[in-house]
Protein backbone atom coordinates (compact mmCIF):
# COMPACT_ATOMS: atom_id res chain seq x y z
CA UNK A 1 0.00 0.00 0.00
CA UNK A 2 1.13 3.48 -0.58
CA UNK A 3 -0.02 6.65 0.89
CA UNK A 4 0.34 10.50 0.77
CA UNK A 5 -0.59 12.74 3.65
CA UNK A 6 -1.51 16.41 3.11
CA UNK A 7 -2.10 18.43 6.43
CA UNK A 8 -4.34 21.43 6.54
CA UNK A 9 -1.80 23.50 7.13
CA UNK A 10 0.38 22.83 3.99
CA UNK A 11 -2.06 23.23 1.76
CA UNK A 12 -1.78 26.76 -0.97
CA UNK A 13 -3.57 29.84 -0.04
CA UNK A 14 -5.45 32.64 -1.88
CA UNK A 15 -6.45 35.67 -0.31
CA UNK A 16 -8.49 37.64 -2.75
CA UNK A 17 -10.67 40.34 -0.60
CA UNK A 18 -13.88 38.26 -1.51
CA UNK A 19 -12.49 35.01 -1.96
CA UNK A 20 -10.59 32.50 0.33
CA UNK A 21 -9.31 29.80 -1.01
CA UNK A 22 -7.27 26.59 0.25
CA UNK A 23 -5.43 24.49 -2.48
CA UNK A 24 -5.06 20.76 -1.63
CA UNK A 25 -2.82 20.99 -5.10
CA UNK A 26 -1.36 23.27 -7.78
CA UNK A 27 -3.70 25.92 -9.04
CA UNK A 28 -3.50 29.64 -10.05
CA UNK A 29 -0.54 31.38 -8.05
CA UNK A 30 0.11 28.42 -5.93
CA UNK A 31 2.53 25.93 -7.77
CA UNK A 32 4.22 22.87 -6.16
CA UNK A 33 5.37 20.45 -8.20
CA UNK A 34 5.01 17.66 -5.50
CA UNK A 35 1.33 18.31 -5.30
CA UNK A 36 0.20 18.26 -9.00
CA UNK A 37 -2.67 15.87 -8.58
CA UNK A 38 -3.48 12.35 -7.00
CA UNK A 39 -4.26 10.55 -10.11
CA UNK A 40 -6.97 12.51 -12.42
CA UNK A 41 -8.16 13.87 -9.18
CA UNK A 42 -6.65 17.53 -10.38
CA UNK A 43 -8.01 20.25 -7.95
CA UNK A 44 -9.16 20.28 -4.77
CA UNK A 45 -9.95 24.10 -3.61
CA UNK A 46 -11.89 25.08 -0.08
CA UNK A 47 -13.35 28.44 -1.11
CA UNK A 48 -15.27 30.91 0.65
CA UNK A 49 -16.86 33.21 -1.60
CA UNK A 50 -17.89 36.72 0.28
CA UNK A 51 -21.70 38.20 0.38
CA UNK A 52 -22.47 38.95 -3.16
CA UNK A 53 -19.61 38.33 -4.89
CA UNK A 54 -18.28 35.44 -7.14
CA UNK A 55 -17.00 34.50 -10.18
CA UNK A 56 -17.34 36.02 -13.14
CA UNK A 57 -17.78 34.49 -16.88
CA UNK A 58 -14.72 32.13 -17.26
CA UNK A 59 -14.25 29.39 -20.16
CA UNK A 60 -13.04 25.47 -18.92
CA UNK A 61 -12.53 23.07 -21.33
CA UNK A 62 -12.66 19.09 -21.40
CA UNK A 63 -12.55 18.64 -17.23
CA UNK A 64 -14.96 17.64 -15.54
CA UNK A 65 -16.07 19.95 -12.70
CA UNK A 66 -17.50 18.77 -9.35
CA UNK A 67 -18.64 21.42 -7.13
CA UNK A 68 -19.87 20.52 -3.52
CA UNK A 69 -21.44 23.40 -0.94
CA UNK A 70 -21.19 23.68 2.48
CA UNK A 71 -22.24 26.28 3.70
CA UNK A 72 -24.68 28.80 1.74
CA UNK A 73 -25.86 29.52 -1.73
CA UNK A 74 -24.38 29.58 -4.74
CA UNK A 75 -25.72 30.08 -7.80
CA UNK A 76 -24.74 29.20 -11.54
CA UNK A 77 -24.86 30.44 -14.98
CA UNK A 78 -23.37 29.03 -18.57
CA UNK A 79 -23.78 29.13 -22.17
CA UNK A 80 -26.27 26.41 -22.30
CA UNK A 81 -28.23 28.26 -20.76
CA UNK A 82 -28.25 26.91 -17.33
CA UNK A 83 -29.32 28.86 -14.41
CA UNK A 84 -29.30 27.25 -11.06
CA UNK A 85 -28.78 27.67 -7.06
CA UNK A 86 -26.82 25.05 -5.04
CA UNK A 87 -27.03 24.92 -1.48
CA UNK A 88 -25.41 22.68 1.32
CA UNK A 89 -26.68 18.99 0.47
CA UNK A 90 -26.64 19.23 -3.38
CA UNK A 91 -23.88 18.44 -5.33
CA UNK A 92 -23.16 19.76 -8.86
CA UNK A 93 -21.60 18.59 -11.85
CA UNK A 94 -19.76 20.08 -15.25
CA UNK A 95 -18.41 18.59 -18.08
CA UNK A 96 -16.57 21.47 -20.02
CA UNK A 97 -15.83 18.37 -22.96
CA UNK A 98 -15.74 20.61 -25.88
CA UNK A 99 -15.97 23.87 -24.30
CA UNK A 100 -17.97 25.85 -22.11
CA UNK A 101 -18.27 29.49 -20.21
CA UNK A 102 -19.66 29.87 -17.02
CA UNK A 103 -20.20 31.83 -13.50
CA UNK A 104 -20.50 31.21 -9.79
CA UNK A 105 -21.79 33.61 -7.44
CA UNK A 106 -22.87 34.18 -3.72
CA UNK A 107 -26.62 34.68 -3.96
CA UNK A 108 -26.33 35.78 -0.54
CA UNK A 109 -25.81 39.25 0.53
CA UNK A 110 -25.55 38.63 4.36
CA UNK A 111 -23.40 35.95 4.71
CA UNK A 112 -20.25 34.01 2.61
CA UNK A 113 -20.81 30.58 0.85
CA UNK A 114 -18.63 27.67 1.41
CA UNK A 115 -17.55 25.11 -0.85
CA UNK A 116 -15.61 22.43 -2.54
CA UNK A 117 -14.93 22.88 -6.13
CA UNK A 118 -12.78 19.24 -7.68
CA UNK A 119 -11.79 18.64 -10.59
CA UNK A 120 -11.09 15.43 -12.42
CA UNK A 121 -9.04 14.76 -15.66
CA UNK A 122 -11.84 13.38 -18.30
CA UNK A 123 -11.47 9.78 -19.74
CA UNK A 124 -12.77 11.41 -23.15
CA UNK A 125 -11.99 14.35 -24.61
CA UNK A 126 -14.51 17.06 -26.30
CA UNK A 127 -17.66 15.57 -25.72
CA UNK A 128 -20.71 17.48 -25.60
CA UNK A 129 -20.59 20.45 -22.47
CA UNK A 130 -23.18 18.58 -20.00
CA UNK A 131 -24.89 20.70 -16.53
CA UNK A 132 -26.66 18.33 -14.00
CA UNK A 133 -27.41 18.76 -9.69
CA UNK A 134 -29.15 16.79 -7.65
CA UNK A 135 -30.13 17.13 -3.92
CA UNK A 136 -29.06 14.46 -1.52
CA UNK A 137 -30.33 12.91 1.48
CA UNK A 138 -27.71 13.99 4.63
CA UNK A 139 -29.07 11.32 6.46
CA UNK A 140 -28.30 8.29 4.27
CA UNK A 141 -24.42 8.86 5.21
CA UNK A 142 -25.24 8.70 8.56
CA UNK A 143 -22.68 5.30 9.66
CA UNK A 144 -22.83 4.69 6.31
CA UNK A 145 -21.13 5.75 2.59
CA UNK A 146 -23.16 7.44 0.46
CA UNK A 147 -22.60 7.36 -3.04
CA UNK A 148 -22.77 10.62 -4.70
CA UNK A 149 -20.82 10.33 -8.01
CA UNK A 150 -19.65 7.45 -10.20
CA UNK A 151 -19.21 6.65 -13.94
CA UNK A 152 -22.76 5.72 -14.62
CA UNK A 153 -25.66 8.00 -15.68
CA UNK A 154 -27.97 5.38 -14.12
CA UNK A 155 -25.99 4.75 -10.93
CA UNK A 156 -26.60 6.63 -7.39
CA UNK A 157 -25.62 10.44 -7.23
CA UNK A 158 -24.24 12.57 -10.42
CA UNK A 159 -22.32 10.52 -13.30
CA UNK A 160 -18.51 12.08 -14.87
CA UNK A 161 -16.31 10.81 -17.87
CA UNK A 162 -14.20 9.01 -15.49
CA UNK A 163 -13.99 5.40 -13.78
CA UNK A 164 -14.68 7.68 -10.78
CA UNK A 165 -16.22 7.37 -7.21
CA UNK A 166 -17.56 9.53 -4.74
CA UNK A 167 -19.04 8.49 -1.51
CA UNK A 168 -19.42 11.11 1.52
CA UNK A 169 -19.97 9.49 5.46
CA UNK A 170 -21.22 11.27 8.68
CA UNK A 171 -19.71 8.57 11.05
CA UNK A 172 -20.15 8.52 14.99
CA UNK A 173 -17.16 8.95 17.08
CA UNK A 174 -15.98 5.62 18.13
CA UNK A 175 -17.39 3.82 14.93
CA UNK A 176 -15.37 1.29 12.34
CA UNK A 177 -16.30 1.00 8.67
CA UNK A 178 -14.64 -0.32 6.05
CA UNK A 179 -14.43 0.91 2.56
CA UNK A 180 -13.50 -1.32 -0.37
CA UNK A 181 -12.67 0.32 -3.67
CA UNK A 182 -14.93 -0.62 -6.72
CA UNK A 183 -11.34 -1.06 -8.83
CA UNK A 184 -8.70 -1.54 -6.72
CA UNK A 185 -5.85 -2.80 -9.88
CA UNK A 186 -6.45 1.01 -11.16
CA UNK A 187 -7.82 3.55 -8.63
CA UNK A 188 -6.76 4.53 -5.40
CA UNK A 189 -9.11 6.86 -2.95
CA UNK A 190 -8.40 10.19 -1.39
CA UNK A 191 -9.82 11.08 1.63
CA UNK A 192 -10.64 15.00 2.68
CA UNK A 193 -12.01 15.27 6.07
CA UNK A 194 -14.69 17.77 6.30
CA UNK A 195 -14.61 17.76 10.41
CA UNK A 196 -13.27 15.83 13.33
CA UNK A 197 -11.03 12.88 13.61
CA UNK A 198 -10.53 9.98 12.42
CA UNK A 199 -7.79 7.51 11.77
CA UNK A 200 -7.39 5.81 8.71
CA UNK A 201 -5.64 2.75 8.10
CA UNK A 202 -3.52 3.74 11.36
CA UNK A 203 -2.99 7.31 10.31
CA UNK A 204 -4.50 9.94 12.35
CA UNK A 205 -6.44 12.98 9.94
CA UNK A 206 -8.13 15.53 11.35
CA UNK A 207 -10.22 18.76 9.95
CA UNK A 208 -9.41 19.39 6.54
CA UNK A 209 -6.51 16.58 6.21
CA UNK A 210 -6.67 15.03 3.06
CA UNK A 211 -4.79 11.50 2.98
CA UNK A 212 -4.57 9.41 -0.26
CA UNK A 213 -3.99 5.45 -0.43
CA UNK A 214 -3.44 3.28 -3.43
CA UNK A 215 -2.22 0.00 -3.90
CA UNK A 216 -4.65 -1.53 -1.60
CA UNK A 217 -8.15 -2.70 -2.04
CA UNK A 218 -10.12 -2.15 1.49
CA UNK A 219 -9.80 0.97 3.74
CA UNK A 220 -10.37 1.08 7.50
CA UNK A 221 -12.11 4.05 9.20
CA UNK A 222 -12.06 4.70 13.14
CA UNK A 223 -13.62 7.43 13.91
CA UNK A 224 -12.10 9.38 17.01
CA UNK A 225 -14.55 11.98 16.94
CA UNK A 226 -18.12 12.78 15.24
CA UNK A 227 -16.28 12.88 11.59
CA UNK A 228 -17.53 13.82 8.23
CA UNK A 229 -15.91 12.40 5.41
CA UNK A 230 -15.64 12.64 1.91
CA UNK A 231 -13.60 9.80 -0.01
CA UNK A 232 -12.76 10.32 -3.85
CA UNK A 233 -12.12 6.71 -5.55
CA UNK A 234 -10.25 7.98 -8.56
CA UNK A 235 -7.62 6.11 -11.75
CA UNK A 236 -4.20 6.71 -10.33
CA UNK A 237 -3.58 7.25 -14.21
CA UNK A 238 -5.45 8.54 -17.55
CA UNK A 239 -4.29 5.75 -19.33
Known sequence: MNTVLHKSNTRGSAEHGWLQAKHTFSFASYFNPERMSFGVLRVLNDDVIAAGMGFGTHPHDNMEIITIPLEGDLEHKDSMNN?????????????????ITHSEYNKNKDRPVKLLQIWVLPNKHNVSPRYD???????DRHNKFQQVLSPNSNDSGVWIHQEAWFSMIDIDEGKSMNYRLKNPEK?????????????????????RDGYGLWNTSEIEIVANSNAELLLMEVPMSNR
Do not use: R, W
Not at 133 to 139: A, K
Not at 187 to 207: H, R, S
Open 133 to 139: QISLNIE
Open 187 to 207: NGVYLFVLNGKATINNQLVED
Open 83 to 99: TAVIKSGDIQVLSAGSG
